[in-house]
């Protein structure tokens, strides 16, 4: 079946760092990517997508490319903030769009 | 209304007891889901609905869960005889259709603890 790999956490960065968080993914046919971003206590946000090979999905400065060929979609960002403190979830979507497979999520602390 | 609206928002359970919770998903969004997010953990798909049709159900754990979205709106997810490992948040999504691309947009989640 469909599954997503994430590096596992946390990250810890000074603020202005590069990020790069890495995640690659298992899945048959051609699934969309996502990033979501889960703030301390709230819920799931989408934070960017991309819906094909070689789409660049981009957000509040963060990016992530849609590689079929490494079957991978790194978030990235050039500076980090404190308040980019979160933990991140990478995820597709099956063909039919109706199953988000999650990663196990990478947490992220920016320290001033 | 505005976004996905989950209740309750925090629930403790003592092991046996039954429990309800409420998905009140985007007005409009045809498509809802259910996940269990375990602490620490990505969350895991338990069921999808499509308008009040449940079209997979294969994530569910055991047959003490159970969904329902009778009108195609609302939705409730009911736990019968919760375990202390049914601990987890339960997040509710919505979407506009089936199609793959569609943004899934998620609630807050609702925390249940079982003791």
């Known amino acids: 079946g469909d599954s997503v790999t994430q590096m596992e956490g946390p990250v810890t960065l000074s603020e202005e760092a590069f990020l790069t968080i890495n995640c690659t993914y298992t899945?048959?046919?051609?699934?969309?990517l996502f990033w979501y971003v889960q703030y301390p206590g709230e819920g799931l946000q989408l934070l960017l997508k991309?819906?094909?090979?070689?789409d660049k999905g981009s957000n509040k400065g963060f990016e992530a490319t849609y590689r079929k060929e490494t079957t991978s979609f790194h978030l990235e960002k050039g500076s980090v903030q404190v308040s980019d403190s979160a933990v991140y979830f990478c995820?597709?979507?099956?063909?039919?769009?109706?199953?988000?497979?999650f990663g196990g999520g990478t947490r992220l602390m920016v320290k001033p | 209304g505005a976004g996905v609206s989950q209740s309750p928002r925090y629930k403790v359970a003592k092991r046996g007891q039954d429990v309800a919770l409420r998905c009140d998903p985007i007005?409009?969004?045809?498509?809802l889901f259910w996940y269990q997010q375990a602490l620490g953990q990505g969350p895991e798909f338990l069921t999808y609905?499509?308008?009040?049709?449940?079209?997979?159900k294969s994530g569910l754990p055991s047959d003490r869960f159970f969904a329902e979205r009778p009108e195609g709106s609302v939705s409730t997810l009911k736990i019968q005889r919760t375990q202390k490992e049914d601990s987890a948040v339960y997040l509710c999504?919505?979407?506009?259709?089936?199609?793959?691309?569609?943004?899934?947009?998620f609630g807050e989640g609702s925390w249940l603890t079982v003791v």
């Open positions: 999504a919505s979407s506009l259709g089936h199609l793959s691309g569609n943004t899934i947009y």
């Open positions: 899945a048959t046919g051609y699934p969309s």
């Open positions: 991309a819906t094909k090979a070689d």
């Open positions: 995820a597709l979507t099956n063909n039919a769009g109706n199953m988000l497979t």
């Open positions: 007005s409009g969004h045809v498509s």
């Open positions: 609905f499509q308008n009040e049709a449940q079209l997979d």
